[in-house]
């Protein structure tokens, strides 16, 4: 796992890669979370995002997870590569599945938030186990998602 990078509560990372250019994405934990992943939702250039708000949207067997942003600012860039094939977010969450860029005009904020490391394990055993619930509850399990599929193809 990079150790140059600062790792959100919310399951994003940040980068700097300049004075205020922060480049963001998703950790392994919510790549290797999410499974197969049917789409992802990215803002446009442009857009203002908040720190703790959604920077995008997972979109999986139907259900639809926001992921937070770890910086404010606005969206200079999105990774376009992702939004074709989203796999690639979960594939290489550290390198070419990045997910947008933004231009922080205080990416101090940022830095206190946000940790600069994880545990080999992604540092989610050190969470209370109420907050890994609580994520792990946002998708369905694969039989919940069976069994909603099989609801839908009866009525």
């Not at 250039?45 to 920077?55: F, T």
């Not at 770890?70 to 999105?78: K, L």
């Not at 904020?109 to 490391?117: E, H, I, V, Y």
Request: glycine share 8%; aromatic share 6%.
């Amino acid at each position: 796992m990079p150790e140059n990078l600062r790792y959100h509560p919310g399951h994003t990372w940040a980068l700097s890669e300049s004075t205020n250019l922060v480049r963001v994405g998703m950790d392994d934990f919510a790549s290797k979370l999410t499974g197969t992943v049917e789409r992802i939702t990215l803002p446009q250039r442009g857009q203002w995002i908040r720190q703790g708000q959604k920077v995008c949207t997972i979109h999986r067997d139907g259900v639809a997870v926001d992921m937070v942003s770890p910086v404010e600012g606005t969206v200079s860039d999105i990774n376009q590569a992702v939004e074709k094939d989203p796999k690639l977010a979960l594939r290489d969450p550290f390198g070419e599945g990045w997910l947008v860029t933004v231009n922080a005009p205080d990416p101090r904020p940022a830095s206190r938030t946000c940790s600069a490391a994880r545990s080999p394990a992604g540092g989610w055993k050190s969470r209370p186990a109420a907050c890994n619930a609580a994520y792990r509850c946002r998708w369905p399990s694969p039989e919940r998602s069976r069994k909603t599929a099989e609801k839908r193809s009866t009525t």
